[in-house]
């Protein structure tokens, strides 16, 4: 007899009724949403490595989840103190979410909502901790979506993505040659592997990138890394500055690219 089987049925119908489910929930009742889930306890495995490098108080603090599925790392966050706006572009996982969090009585504390990552930039809400895990990897127009969560983070940016193995914290020259692109094939240099099939049986798995990539890519977008508290996982906070005095093309093409005016 599993664990779920002894518990009261409406409960239990309702995990089956709204799976399948990625995130594993320890719901009240000893109730799991994922017991059997291929990661282990996940992501609450991945939640206790990086869990001591956030803020144990985060009473005051605004949350934005982005990508936030059934709403774990929302939920943890939130009893933390945090208010959380949640998103996430899948109903079926926000449905999920959703009923989780009258589970868990903590429908007062997350806000979930169907959004896409791009609308965010319509938005003008800034946020002091932006939670950006497993997401990017989805998006195939990765920078574009870095770039709009960056604008978004006031204190730090829990960031995480698939990755390629690599070396890391490569700082390449302010300029390349021509004749010398060779140097861009370097194992060293920021790289991200394009997928136009799948990984994993997943047709969104777009892009996979090296660490040194990641860091590049989080650096080009305003960020700078904080610690690294687990494997592909990123804390950052605004700051960095490319030296490159670029910053009015980055914001042109920004501009365009999320159908804002662009400036005169
Ligand atoms: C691999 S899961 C990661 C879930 C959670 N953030 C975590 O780390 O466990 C990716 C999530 O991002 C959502 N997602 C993918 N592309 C998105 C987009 N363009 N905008 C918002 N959410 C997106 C998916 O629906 C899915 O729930």
Same mark, same amino acid.
């Given at each position: 007899? $599993?664990?779920?089987?002894?518990?009261?049925?409406?409960?239990?119908?309702?995990? +089956?009724?709204?799976?399948?489910? /990625?995130?594993?929930?320890?719901?009240?009742?000893?109730?799991?949403?994922?017991?059997?889930?291929?990661?282990?306890?996940?992501?609450?495995?991945?939640?206790?490595?990086?869990?001591?490098?956030?803020?144990? =108080?985060?009473?005051?603090?605004?949350?934005? =989840?982005? @990508?936030?599925?059934?709403?774990?790392?929302?939920?943890?966050?939130?009893?933390? @103190?945090? $208010?959380?706006?949640?998103?996430? #572009? =899948? *109903?079926?996982?926000?449905?999920?979410?959703?009923?989780?969090? *009258?589970?868990?009585?903590?429908? +007062?504390?997350? $806000?979930?909502?169907?959004?896409?990552?791009?609308?965010?930039?319509?938005?003008?809400?800034? &946020?002091?901790?932006?939670? /950006?895990?497993?997401?990017? &990897?989805?998006?195939?127009?990765?920078?574009?979506?870095?770039?709009?969560?960056? !604008?978004?983070? !006031?204190? #730090?940016?829990?960031?995480?993505?698939?990755?390629?193995?690599?070396? *890391?914290?490569?700082?390449?020259? +302010? =300029?390349?040659?021509?004749?010398?692109?060779?140097?861009?094939?370097?194992?060293?240099?920021?790289?991200?592997?394009?997928?136009?099939?799948?990984?994993?049986?997943?047709?969104?798995?777009?892009?996979?990138?090296?660490?040194?990539?990641?860091?590049?890519?989080?650096?080009?977008?305003?960020?700078?890394?904080?610690?690294?508290?687990?494997?592909?996982?990123?804390?950052?906070?605004?700051?960095?500055?490319?030296?490159? @005095?670029?910053?009015?093309?980055? *914001?042109?093409?920004?501009?365009?690219?999320?159908?804002?005016?662009?400036? $005169?």
């Amino acid at each position: 007899m $599993t664990a779920a089987s002894s518990l009261p049925a409406e409960v239990t119908g309702a995990v +089956d009724a709204l799976g399948p489910w /990625f995130h594993n929930l320890h719901l009240p009742g000893e109730v799991q949403t994922a017991p059997d889930h291929a990661l282990g306890d996940f992501p609450r495995n991945k939640w206790l490595v990086i869990e001591p490098h956030v803020p144990d =108080d985060l009473q005051g603090w605004t949350v934005l =989840d982005v @990508g936030c599925n059934a709403g774990f790392y929302s939920f943890e966050l939130a009893r933390r @103190g945090a $208010t959380v706006h949640a998103i996430d #572009l =899948d *109903e079926h996982y926000l449905r999920q979410a959703r009923w989780a969090a *009258e589970q868990l009585e903590l429908a +007062d504390r997350v $806000t979930f909502e169907k959004l896409p990552i791009y609308q965010l930039a319509q938005r003008p809400q800034r &946020y002091d901790l932006v939670w /950006f895990m497993g997401v990017l &990897y989805h998006l195939r127009y990765p920078l574009l979506g870095l770039d709009i969560v960056a !604008r978004k983070t !006031r204190r #730090l940016m829990m960031f995480q993505t698939m990755t390629i193995p690599g070396e *890391e914290s490569f700082m390449p020259p +302010d =300029d390349v040659p021509l004749d010398q692109r060779r140097m861009l094939c370097d194992p060293a240099w920021p790289t991200m592997a394009f997928i136009e099939r799948r990984v994993a049986g997943d047709p969104t798995n777009w892009w996979a990138a090296n660490p040194s990539c990641v860091e590049a890519m989080l650096r080009s977008s305003g960020m700078r890394l904080v610690t690294r508290p687990a494997h592909e996982v990123y804390l950052c906070e605004p700051g960095a500055n490319d030296g490159l @005095g670029i910053g009015h093309l980055k *914001e042109d093409e920004y501009l365009a690219a999320t159908q804002f005016s662009p400036r $005169t």
